[in-house]
């Protein structure tokens, strides 16, 4: 007989914030549902868990091959390629060429299965080209900002997008949330009302002493330069009209440290916010086929104290198969000195020669600011855009630029999850050719158990900017009216699961599906929600069968009257494929 077990849990809402529910839902161990038809579905226990081993995990790096010109290089092979990982040499697992512009094939190298040599598919793909679009409204530091980013989008928009292109518009704090459409009318009209939305809080400063972000990062992990602290002490000398005190240094660089400390620890939480709405943002596109790029919108951060986060979202990118790009939102740098400089100046000698100091440190200041976004695009193969003025004409060629990259992956050597660094060497035997590729990695800090990796999944498949296409879903619904003016609404799942790979052993088919369908009002307000957990193990006829007709999940939920968002994610267990559908209803 076939096997087909499978635990049902209502989510209950217990907090009003859905999610939470539904983070809390997904790690019960327990299931407390009825049992049904004991020969088709049992109820799970702990000594009936199915579970796989989490593969083993790789590492993926970008490659971007250029001639003493600057052109592409696309004719290499992989024996053109040496991977070393801490010194030693790697064999290469996955190999192609591949490339993000529109008219460019999606190649068949990903990083699973084994390696191939050709680029025999560069052309001629039907997949859509998928922009993300991402101002930072987390880490940017001054609100001014966001006008230059709105207008430049609202020219990208209105002329520069295919017809065919699946484009996303959001901030990194969520504010703005447009998962991919290809209504150009609909972005433009959310481009125009951005400045409404977007996070403005500016990073909290003091303005005397004036602190650059780097400064008070120096001054607060006591550099061993002493002319950050120095410049801030003698202007808050100025500033404060301290000069007559007679501990006025002492007084003086007690309100810079204190400054200072204020300072670094906002901007250390802003970057970690950043850095992890990014990751996750490039995790949800991880079961999106098509082309994926990415452009991050922003004045940039320093990343001296982040370099894990910072990582850690290039490696995402990397295995999500997203390009990154980044767009330096501040324009061209400048040397000038500001109004407030020219009269703190005084007349003292000593004085002016320090502060003399503050424009080029403002230009170090931007300057570090910047390495990261230039990280983050040079090790994912992207493009990064900075000191200019003409951030349209950036974005601009971002979009139409013809980027060729080579992805490969090699197994990790590595098996602890300890959190160090690793550092990566790639070579081209090609002499004359130069490389760009990322640098090293840092481990994971801990290793990730199934069940944490399906919750993950499937709650950030919930906010995924899009429906996920790996495994064909479909949502229908009907409704009647109950005695109390509610409504009884209906809501029907269907999963084809034709595409699915099953582990087989002792003549049966094996898999772990997870669904979850969740019931939002109109405001993404929690109404109802039902995670099933199907285990199949099942013998060749019944195989072919559930091939055939796929399966079907029903959840009835009591409404009033409204419009509400279906939202429902189904996640296989041997490859974590995934796929989602997101649909308004209408009741009545």
Known sequence: MSRFSGSFKRIILVQPIWLLVLVATLCLAADKAPKKDSSTLKKDDKSDTFTFKVPVDVVVVN??????????????????????????????????????????????????????????????????????????????????????????????????????DLVSLTTSSGSVNQPFTSDRDLLLSLAAEMHKKVQRAATIKSDCPELTDLQAQLIRNNSTDPTPLRVAVTETIICQRLENLPDAERQAESMVRSAAAQQFEENQYRYRSLLSSIRQYVRSLRHFEGRKSLILISDGFLSDYVRYELQDVTDMALRSGVILNTVDIRGLYTTNYQASDRVMMGNDNESFALLSRKPQMRIDDMRYQEDPLRQLSGETGGMHIGNTNDLAAGIRKIINSQSFYYILSYATPNAKSDGRYHKIKLEVTRPGLNVTYRKGYYAPKEQLSFERRKKE???????????????????????????????????????????????????????LISLVVVALDENDTYIDGLEKTIELNLTSPSYAALMTHGFTSKMDVKVPPGRYRIRAVVREGMHTKMGSINKMIEVP
């Not at 040599?117 to 560069?122: A, K, M, N, R, Y």
């Not at 999944?457 to 109390?484: T, V």
């Open 457 to 511: 999944d499937i709650i950030e498949a919930l906010h995924a900017p899009g429906n996920l296409n790996e495994i064909p879903i479909q949502l229908s619904y009907n409704y009647f009216q109950m005695e109390d003016a509610r409504y009884q609404l209906a809501l029907m799942t269907r999963v084809n699961i034709r595409g699915m790979k099953f582990v087989e052993e002792d003549s049966r088919h094996r898999n």
């Open 63 to 164: 490659a971007v091959v250029t001639d003493k010109q600057g052109n592409p290089v696309k004719d290499l092979t992989v024996d053109d390629f040496r991977v070393y990982e801490d010194g030693k040499l790697q064999p290469i697992h996955t190999f192609a060429l591949e490339s993000y512009k529109a008219t460019q094939g999606q190649t068949s190298g990903r990083p699973t299965g084994t390696a191939t040599t050709g680029t025999e598919d560069e052309a001629g793909s039907s997949q859509p080209r998928m922009i993300s679009l991402v101002v930072d409204d987390l880490a940017t530091s001054g609100p001014e900002h966001f006008v230059y980013a709105q207008e430049a989008l609202k020219k990208v928009l209105a002329g520069d997008m295919d017809p065919g």
